[in-house]
């Protein structure tokens, strides 16, 4: 993973997801992999790319779309998120409802102080 930043969020969201009935495949990483892949009880699975802060958010989100398109491998049991922080939820917003509710892809933000929510719009 990258940055100081990417990281906080990223264990914010591990630990959200941990509190909503979620277990947290732990393995190392390479080239390859997403930042978080977690499996429910139920039986679902879910793909997450992290983004951090960044001064250029379109393009970093564009890219993070991007590396998690490539991991999408048709398992009828996944779901793929991308998690920005709050600042970031406008460009990460761009890509419109219907194109992500057809990839199975859902937009979490990380506030400030580390709540994560769903980005419903």
Request: proline share 5%; aromatic share 6%.
């Amino acid at each position: 993973m990258g940055s100081g930043d990417e990281q906080r969020m990223c264990g914010a969201f591990v630990g959200w997801l941990r509190t909503h009935g979620w277990k947290i495949l732990e393995e190392s990483c390479t080239k390859d992999c997403v930042d978080i892949e977690a499996w429910h009880a139920d039986g679902a699975r879910l793909l997450v790319e992290v983004q951090g802060d960044t001064t250029d958010p379109g393009p970093d989100l564009d890219t993070a779309y991007g590396r998690l398109l490539r991991r999408m491998d048709g398992v009828p049991s996944s779901r793929y998120a991308v998690v920005v922080p709050e600042d970031a939820l406008d460009a990460a917003l761009r890509v419109l409802p219907q194109v992500r509710e057809a990839l199975a892809l859902d937009v979490y933000a990380v506030g400030p102080g580390g709540e994560v929510y769903r980005a419903d719009r």
